[in-house]
């Protein structure tokens, strides 16, 4: 299968998740993940060996965002890169936006992320997640 074709099918299994994601229900999210899973960032990596840990850990943001009265993500930026037959990178800028269409945060507010897929079976899941500094996106094609 052509390289183009896969990076397509990663890409739109983002699309999905951020679908998902959106739902704010963490069991919507689940197919995404891969077990383990891994979630770094500079105050600490969480290694969540289970479908319930990952949906509980999921759980507890979605319930703050819900608090913030979240609606929607946007994708500002987005880049992909498959690393070979089984294991792609996807870095992201996202928005966020509450119910009256601010952006949560104030303006300006970037979410940045790194991720590792990986590629199963039946489809492309979510291995590693790193958040990062906007400027720090990696720009891969």
């Known amino acids: 299968m052509p390289v183009n074709s896969e990076i397509e099918k990663i890409i739109q299994t983002y699309r999905d998740y951020i679908d998902a994601f959106q739902s704010l229900n963490p069991q919507a999210i689940l197919p ?3 077990v383990p899973f891994v979630s770094i960032s500079a105050r600490e990596v969480q290694v969540l060996n289970s479908p319930v840990e990952i949906e509980n850990s999921f759980a507890r943001n ?3 965002l819900r ?5 929607r993500t946007d994708v500002v930026e987005l880049h992909a890169r498959q690393m070979s037959k089984g294991l792609a990178l996807i870095s992201v800028n996202l928005e966020r936006y509450d119910a009256d269409g601010r952006q949560l945060g104030g303006p300006g507010r970037i ?3 790194t991720y590792t897929l990986r590629k199963t079976e039946d489809s492309w899941k979510i291995v590693a997640v790193m958040a990062h500094d906007p400027e720090a996106i ?3 094609g």
């Open 111 to 113: 979410y940045p992320y």
């Open 67 to 71: 608090e913030n009265k979240y609606v």
């Open 62 to 64: 979605m319930e703050i």
């Open 32 to 34: 995404f993940y891969h």
């Open 138 to 140: 990696l720009r891969m």
